[in-house]
């Protein structure tokens, strides 16, 4: 099965801190990916990477950066966190699975930003 | 992507087969039929998808009508953890573009 991973579960920051999300997949998938849920919102893509050091901005990228310094790990860094940035970070790996090709999902993060 | 149409909420059974439906009247001959589910609080689960012919897993069933234009996603032995909002999405299956999800069916399943 693939496995995609974050670091954590839950995180409670304070307003300008530095946060970094991390997230690993086990399946050698090129491409991975790092959306926002919110309520009435739905998913939100800031970041995409296709390949290791490559990255491409998403549709809200903004007080966000990433790094993709290994094939099996995307991070995702909040310069200085605020407040509106409290939301479930969820990260994705598109690949196949059984010859079947789709996206697939880690199991989020909480931040509560303070 | 096509836009999908879902009813907003149903109830099952426990131990009963979910049909869940979803419309996509206006999906193109490359896109797939996708399901996911999302548990309260959990990342989105991919459960199955497919082109034109009925797939199975070990997970569900999912049924496409012979003009592509509706399907149904079944769980044929409905759990309690099976409650969760079940998505249904059309895409291209090599796209590597973000994902998007409607507002999906909030399925409650009852003991």
């Known amino acids: 099965d693939v496995k995609v991973t974050q670091s954590s579960r839950y995180l409670v920051k304070r307003t300008g801190e530095k946060v970094f999300l991390e997230c690993v997949q086990d399946?050698?998938?090129?491409?991975m990916f790092w959306y926002r849920q919110d309520p009435g919102l739905g998913l939100r893509l800031i970041y995409f990477?296709?390949?290791?050091?490559?990255?491409e901005k998403g549709d809200i990228p903004e007080g966000y950066s990433v790094s993709r310094e290994k094939k099996e790990r995307f991070s995702l860094i909040l310069e200085s966190a605020s407040t509106n940035q409290t939301s479930m970070y969820l990260c994705?790996?598109?690949?196949?699975?059984?010859?079947?090709?789709?996206?697939?999902f880690g199991p989020g993060t909480r931040l509560l930003v303070l | 992507d096509a836009k999908t149409t879902q009813p907003p909420s149903m109830d099952c059974a426990e131990g009963r087969a979910a049909n869940l439906p979803c419309n996509h009247s206006?999906?193109?001959?490359?896109?797939?039929v996708y399901w996911y589910r999302q548990i309260h609080s959990q990342g989105p689960q991919y459960i199955i998808h497919?082109?034109?012919n009925n797939e199975t897993n070990e997970m569900a069933s999912l049924i496409i009508t012979e003009d592509r234009k509706s399907s149904t996603l079944i769980l044929p032995h409905a759990t309690l953890r099976d409650t969760a909002v079940y998505y249904c999405?059309?895409?291209?299956?090599?796209?590597?573009?973000?994902?998007?999800f409607g507002p999906g069916t909030s399925l409650s399943v009852i003991p």
């Open positions: 994705a790996s598109r690949g196949a699975d059984r010859g079947r090709e789709t996206q697939y």
């Open positions: 399946m050698d998938h090129e491409n």
């Open positions: 990477s296709y390949d290791v050091k490559m990255k």
């Open positions: 206006t999906i193109s001959g490359n896109e797939y």
């Open positions: 497919g082109l034109k």
């Open positions: 999405i059309v895409r291209v299956e090599s796209s590597y573009d973000k994902v998007i």
